[in-house]
Every structure is written in C-alpha cells, then in structure tokens.
C-alpha cells in the first residue's frame, strides 16, 4: 500500500507542473481568461478546482486521512470530477481551445485519473483507522507538494478574484447607454474581429441588430467565438462580386510590439495592414453594389516620434515623419483611402492606446498591483490613449454622421482616436498607483528595453501628444476622457 501511496503522490506533483504550465501558458499568457468577459463562468469553476487541489496537496503532502476523513477525501475526489467535466462543457460552449492546450487537458485527465483510482486503493485500510490526520512525510516530495498546494491556491484566489471583477466591469457596462451603428440595420464586413477591438465591435454589431461578415485567418476560430452568428471568410476572393456590403470596419493588422523589427518582421507588419487593405480595395473595385463607407484603422505612431519637452499637440493635420511606424502608418491610410475612387466615403482612425480589459494595459498594470511600479525611462515622455468604449463609441458617431452627410457633405478624412486629456508617462504611473492603491517608487531604466525591442522601443520610451481634435468638432462627446475615470472602471 505505501508503495501504491507514493506512486499516486508522485503523479501528483506531475499534476501540479502540467497545471502550472496550463494555467501560466493557455489561461494567462495565450488566453488571458481573466480579462475576458465570456470567461467569467470558466473561471468560476477554474477557482472552485484550484481551492479544491489546494486542499489535496496541502493535506496530502504530509498526512494520510484515516478513518472519516477517508470519507472526506473521497468527496473531495467525487465533486473534482464533476467540476472537471463541468469545465469540458464550459470550455467547448465559449471557446475554441488550441491544440496545446486540449493535448494538455487530455494529460491533466488521464493522470489525474491515474493517481485518484491509487489513493482510492488506499481507501479501505484508512477507511479502518480511527479517524485522524496521520503525519506521513515524504521528504522533498512533501516539500514539492505543499509549494504546489500554495500555489495552486494563489491561482484559484486569482481566478475567483477575476470573476468578481468580471461581474462589476460588466455592471458598470449595462449601466452606459447602448451603441448603436445607424438607424437601419446594415451588412457589415469586419476584418480583424478576433482582436481585442474587434470582438467588441462585432458584439455589438450583433447587439444592434447588424449582418456582420468577418475577414479572418481563423474563420473556425472567429465562427466559435461568436457563437455562429457570423459570416466568415478567410479571404476577400472567398466573397462574391454580388454580395451587398454596406460598410467595411478595417481593423485588420499584426500586433505592432514583439519581435524585434527584422525585415521579415517588418515586411509582415507591411502584408497584415497595407497588403490586406489593399485586398479590401481589390474586392470592391469589383463589387457589383459599392459599399458607402470603410472606416479604417490606422495609429498615431504616424506621427513619429515627439521631442522630448515638446508639449505641443498634435492634431490630424501634422505630418508624418521618415521613419518606419510613421511610414506603416502613412502606406495603410493610403490604401485605405484608395477606395473613395469608387465613390466611398472613407475615414482613417489613428489609434491611440487602447485601454480595456485586453490589450496592453493589462501587461501595463502588472508591476503597479505586484507593488513595482514608476516610471518608463525618462518618464516624460507622452501618453496619448483612448478606452475601449469610446473607440466603439466614435466608431458608431461616423457611421452616424457618413448617413447625415451624405455626398454633398463630405466629412473630414482621418481622425484621431485619443482621448482629450494626455499625461506623460510618469503621471500615468502615478495616477495608476492610486487607482490600485500601491506605491510608485521604482523606475525602468530605458536602455533594456532598447537593447530588447531595438527600435521598436521608441513606442515605449517616446511619445506623441495627439488630440482629436475633429473628432470633438464633429460633436463627439467622450465617457472616459480622462485617465483615472478610465482605469477607475477598467480595475
């Protein structure tokens, strides 16, 4: 029986790792359940597991559960199962799980079956003990166990906190005003839907009672995460030339901050926007019926890069400058705007940072709430961002104001998607801090981050101070246009 016994401890501690790599990899870094709003159920029962593995490892590290509490272990197997099969059918109805992590999963079920059928055989022999917690120590293998306890419970604290959080941004977000695209419904072409602007958009496309066809490279994936409400193309030839299109949201482009910019890196960055953009144009040149409008993204990185103790702003008339993020910019407008030759009105957004539950601001908040924060370099450098909501919001006001305009009122061509109110990143720190209650104390000197990203660091350690200058002369009004009330409702 002992032997039986430290086989079963033994599987465990291999349980512990493959769940730790689970959870770091597919739910944090891959997936970041936590800031998904559709998780929050998943994450519910991913607490409820991880207290319960808490309590295995901790309690069976040392201990070996006579009498009663044999009966208590076995309950604690029994309702384990039943979360586990639980998470299965949570998982499969929200989300389309990559291949790593259903292999992992398959793993984590076999051999969490392996070492529960072992201790079960331990069942009867402590099942006639009197009842107690009997000390059995395993040397390094307790020590290893009790670590696994208290981290897996650290997780399953994370996730149940992640779900209350979940529950009040979702609260705080029925209490807004509902967006709305129009006063007709509309067929909409969405490219980069899976994104973390573009699943909010499609939402609330769909909220509103919009057909939305999405541009993807994962149409199975996209198909999954929207419940089947969506049209999915991998490719603009996979449209018809007689498929109607009322409006394009161009959202399409890979994650700009990565890998150092190589010139395959850059010539990837060049395909994902400008080459795409282009397929878009293509696709309409030979549309039977033109769409109106093509809202299309672009960033304020066309600007380039802002002296540091400039404080001048920057408004949708300045130039760009002759270096690589300003000339990305500058090549994806242009594509874009190709297609007001077929009669299209077409608006460019340059983005701002976009603050949300997704994105960068997450991995931007980390070291302030691990009590790490401070300043980026210098610190001076400026900030100019915009919250996920008002970029639905100024999106739906353009789409309003092309129906009011009409041909003969042509509207302004690009707008800049920054909220009203830029600080330097030293005072986003510190009004970061007080929003999450920690301290401000330590910097990041600069020069890591260049000799990690090369170039692309000037996003990190330079800056613009970008206005929207037409978006507020077209009467657009901002609910978060400043930044403590934008991280206020997002943390």
Request: proline share 4%; hydrophobic share 50%; glycine share 8%.
């Amino acid at each position: 029986m002992m032997d039986t016994h430290l086989l079963a401890l033994q599987l465990m501690a291999a349980q512990g790792c493959l769940g730790a790599f689970d959870t770091l990899y597919h739910h944090e870094l891959r997936e970041a359940l936590p800031q998904r709003d559709t998780a929050r159920r998943e994450l519910g029962i991913h607490a409820a597991r991880a207290l319960i593995y808490s309590g295995l490892f901790i309690g069976l590290s040392e201990w070996a559960w006579h009498g009663v509490w044999a009966w208590v272990l076995l309950a604690l197997f029994v309702v384990e199962i039943v979360l586990t099969l639980w998470d299965f059918v949570v998982e499969d109805k929200t989300r389309l799980l990559p291949a790593s992590e259903r292999v992992t999963h398959t793993i984590l079920a076999i051999n969490g079956g392996a070492f529960i059928m072992l201790l079960v055989l331990n069942l009867p022999a402590w099942l006639a003990q009197p009842a107690a917690l009997h000390l059995q120590t395993h040397g390094w293998l307790s020590v290893f166990l009790l670590l696994c306890g208290i981290g897996v419970g650290i997780s399953g604290l994370r996730d149940a906190l992640a779900v209350r959080d979940i529950g009040r941004h979702q609260a705080a977000e029925e209490e807004l005003p509902a967006v709305h695209f129009g006063h007709v419904p509309e067929r909409v072409l969405v490219s980069g839907a899976t994104g973390f602007i573009g699943q909010q958009l499609v939402q609330a496309l769909l909220r509103d009672g919009h057909e939305v066809t999405v541009l993807t490279r994962a149409p199975r994936r996209a198909a999954w995460l929207f419940d089947g409400k969506v049209v999915c193309v991998a490719d603009m030839a996979e449209l018809p030339a007689e498929r109607r299109i009322d409006v394009i949201v161009n959202l399409a482009g890979e994650r700009i901050l990565g890998w150092r910019w190589t010139a395959a890196r850059r010539q990837k960055l060049r395909d994902s926007r400008i080459a795409l953009t282009q397929s878009i144009v293509a696709w309409i040149a030979r549309a039977q019926i033109k769409p109106r409008l093509m809202l299309s993204a672009s960033a304020i990185g066309y600007y380039g890069i802002q002296q540091r103790g400039d404080v001048s702003q920057l408004a949708e008339d300045e130039g760009a400058q002759k270096i690589f993020m300003s000339d990305l910019c500058r090549e994806w407008e242009a594509a874009a705007q190709q297609a007001s030759d077929y009669g299209m009105q077409v608006m460019c957004m340059r983005l701002g940072l976009v603050f949300g539950r997704q994105g960068a601001l997450p991995l931007m908040l980390l070291p302030i709430r691990l009590g790490l924060g401070g300043p980026m370099g210098t610190g001076s450098q400026w900030m100019s961002w915009i919250h996920v909501r008002d970029v639905l919001g100024a999106i739906a006001h353009l789409w309003n104001l092309s129906r009011e305009g009409g041909a003969e009122k042509p509207l302004n061509r690009v707008f800049n998607f920054t909220a009203p109110e830029q600080v330097s990143q030293r005072q986003f720190s510190k009004i970061a801090a007080r929003v999450l209650k920690r301290p401000c104390f330590m910097p990041t000197p600069g020069w890591p981050v260049r000799l990690l990203l090369g170039e692309q660091a000037d996003l990190l350690l330079e800056g613009q101070r970008v206005v929207p200058r037409q978006l507020q002369a077209s009467g657009f009004v901002f609910y978060y246009p400043d930044v403590k009330s934008a991280l206020s409702c997002l943390v």
